[in-house]
């Protein structure tokens, strides 16, 4: 059965850096994070995909978030820095493993004013 868990979350000020990571049981080709904040629909926040080694961000987190990872392990890092409190949210790590998408449960990052 496929596994992936994301560590890393935290409570940390604004302005402050967290770094989350993401393990995945299975060979990935895609590995993303997305977030849902209280009230809202979960978000595309970054994503990697290990063929040509592409990155890509959404608007709200570009400049500030940065994606990486190390495919033969199947592990995913997000380094988040310049925190803002509408950063605060369940972060999810996705993965493709070819035939279907797999989720995590979640880590919670609360960043406070």
């Known amino acids: 059965q496929v596994q992936v868990v994301e560590t890393g979350g935290g409570l940390v000020q604004a302005g402050g850096s967290l770094r989350l990571s993401c393990a995945a049981s299975?060979?990935?080709?895609?590995m993303e994070w997305y977030r849902q904040a209280p009230g809202k629909e979960r978000e595309f926040v970054a994503g990697?995909?290990?063929?040509?080694?592409?990155?890509s961000y959404s608007d709200t987190v570009k400049g500030r978030f940065s994606i990486s990872g190390d495919n033969v392990k199947n592990m995913a890092y997000l380094q988040m820095n310049s925190l803002k409190p509408e950063d605060t949210a369940i972060y999810y790590c996705?993965?493709?493993?070819?035939?279907?998408?797999?989720w995590g449960q979640g880590t919670q990052v609360t960043v406070s004013s």
């Open positions: 990697v995909t290990w063929s040509g080694g592409t990155t």
């Open positions: 299975g060979r990935t080709f895609t």
């Open positions: 996705s993965v493709w493993l070819g035939t279907a998408y797999y």
